[in-house]
């Protein structure tokens, strides 16, 4: 539970959604001295939960598996199927593509389930809103993105491939290549870890906005803002439906730019 949502419970008012709406309280406070103390906390358990849910979920899926798959088989390679057609196989063709596609798949349903946490009741916050986990994720992206160009074409060629681009005049380099530079190798894990980070923060404040203004305003000793509440709520809801659509959304353009940073890194020709 936010501190926002604990002063709530308690009967104060004028919380204006802020900085401290990320920040959650440790689960096991109360256990001062011990390592449990600052470890766990809503946060956390979201993750470790996700983590969970994802490897319990396959592991479950696949434990009988058949030519003509059951339900659970059916939704387990479904889930893989759509990364590894649209975005890997498509951008990388079948053998690359099918190389790639376990990280991809992982990588978006991870970033599914950790954003749809921002509409589970009592939960009601993605563990993306904070810089940290998207930034990991852009870093790891970025290291495989690296780490594939190296191997397969040598540092050399493809630190050329990556910082000249082909058919520009030489007199230009001087100014082309810094720009190159700053923008495939430093900026690239810079921005998609922002991308995901910002939409995630924002979609996070504007449900705060209305759902804790609609209880402000229900609280209020004027029937006219006690009625407005109502406004404010439906637009809670509202919202809440619009930030489902932003979760699928920013999950697929994460792994689709992860698989075609890779695909770039594979490619003979930029």
């Known amino acids: 539970m936010t501190d926002s949502a604990i002063v709530l419970a308690e009967g104060e008012s004028h919380f204006p959604p802020g900085i401290h709406s990320f920040d959650f309280a440790d689960w096991f406070s109360g256990l001062t001295g011990t390592a449990l103390a600052h470890m766990f906390t809503t946060i956390t358990m979201v993750v470790w939960a996700t983590v969970a849910i994802l490897i319990i979920f396959f592991l479950w899926a696949n434990r009988k598996p058949q030519i003509v798959p059951t339900k659970k088989q059916w ?60 930034a990991m994720l852009a870093v790891l992206s970025w290291i495989i993105y690296v780490w594939v160009g190296i191997k397969t074409h040598g540092f050399a060629k ?29 900026l690239r894990p810079i921005t998609l870890a922002l991308r995901l980070f910002a939409n995630m923060f924002a979609g996070h404040l504007i449900l705060l906005v209305f759902i804790l203004g609609g209880f402000e305003m229900l ?27 932003v979760i699928l959304l920013q999950a697929y353009v994460f792994t689709l730019l992860t698989g075609m940073y890779i695909q770039g890194s594979l490619a003979e020709e930029h």
């Open 75 to 134: 939704m387990a390679e479904s889930a893989y199927g759509f990364i590894r057609n649209t975005v890997a196989i498509d951008l990388m063709g079948k053998k690359d593509g099918v190389r790639f596609a376990p990280y991809l798949a992982t990588l978006f349903l991870f970033i599914v389930l950790m954003n749809f946490w921002a509409i589970v009741p009592g939960i009601q916050i993605s563990p993306m809103s904070h810089i940290a986990f998207p």
């Open 158 to 186: 493809w630190f050329k491939m990556t910082v000249v681009p082909p058919g520009a005049p030489g007199f230009i380099y001087p100014l082309l290549v810094p720009i190159e530079i700053l923008q495939n190798i430093f």
């Open 219 to 245: 609280n209020s000793s004027n029937f006219f803002i006690q009625g407005l509440s109502v406004f404010s709520f439906a637009m809670g809801i509202g919202m809440t439906l619009f930030e489902l659509i």
